[in-house]
């Protein structure tokens, strides 16, 4: 999955107001090996049913879904490692002025915000009666 961001104007007082939609792939990874430097394009996103084309190969179509609630997207980098600096006296005070870091710990994640959603646009590979149907209907 993945959070990208959509732009609209807001005509009220001409602001530019930023939205984050969650690209789900879930349902294509079973179906296509997609490597994650595969370029990508993405058009059709104030459409109901944007079209994300990967690779110049795989051609999916999208469903926006509201999300039940507020879905937080967060980024993620790796921490310092906790070092514990003695201060204090201790009582055999072997390690006054000196740095401890503990070889057992797991490695730490530093987490940060970084938007809120309310809609997810899921994928499904895009078939030909998708397009038939798409015909279809701009010409009625």
Known sequence: MEADLMHRDNQEDGAEEEDYVLLDL???FAQVDISPEAPYVLSGL???EPILIIDDKVKLIGKYEDTIGTCFVFSENEAAPLVQEETGPS???LFAGRCIVDPNQ???KEVKPVAQLQK???FRLLMDEDVQDANM???T
């Open 120 to 122: 997810i646009l899921k």
């Open 46 to 48: 104030d459409t109901s």
């Open 106 to 108: 797991a490695p730490t």
């Open 26 to 28: 879930d349902a294509v």
């Open 137 to 139: 209907e701009s010409k």
């Open 91 to 93: 009582e055999a005070n």
